[in-house]
Nanobody, 123 residues
């Protein structure tokens, strides 16, 4: 069983930056993927970014490409989401997820989820 704990959310003005962290435990990560999703009030959960644990290939939603960067620290088994040039429409609860399918973007392909962290961007 994988445990994922997110941190780093908060309130920021438009144009600002935040870095989210996701610390994983409970298994050895040598394959599969970890990703970030977000869910705004009244909307479905949407893909933000993902990273293949083996090889480090990264994938982004078009809405965040060029502004967000997903990265990892193998030793700490932690995945980060650096968010720059934040916009009010980035406001959502952000969730970290882990799964065995590489290049995954669909929420159903991720089997483990964190509790979520709130990101609020004011205009």
């Amino acid at each position: 069983q994988v445990q994922l704990v997110e941190s780093g959310g908060g309130l920021v003005q438009a144009g600002g930056s935040l870095r989210l962290s996701c610390a994983a435990s409970g298994r050895t990560f040598s394959s599969g993927a970890m990703g970030w999703f977000r869910q705004a009030p009244g909307k479905s959960r949407e893909f933000v970014a993902a990273l293949n644990w083996s090889g480090g290939n990264t994938y982004y939603a078009d809405s965040v490409k060029g502004r967000f960067t997903i990265s990892r620290d193998n030793a700490k088994i932690t995945v980060y989401l650096q968010m720059n040039s934040l916009k009010p429409e980035d406001t959502a609860v952000y969730y970290c997820a882990a799964g065995s399918t590489i290049a995954a973007r669909a929420p159903g392909l991720f089997s483990s989820w964190g509790q979520g962290t709130q990101v609020t961007v004011s205009s």
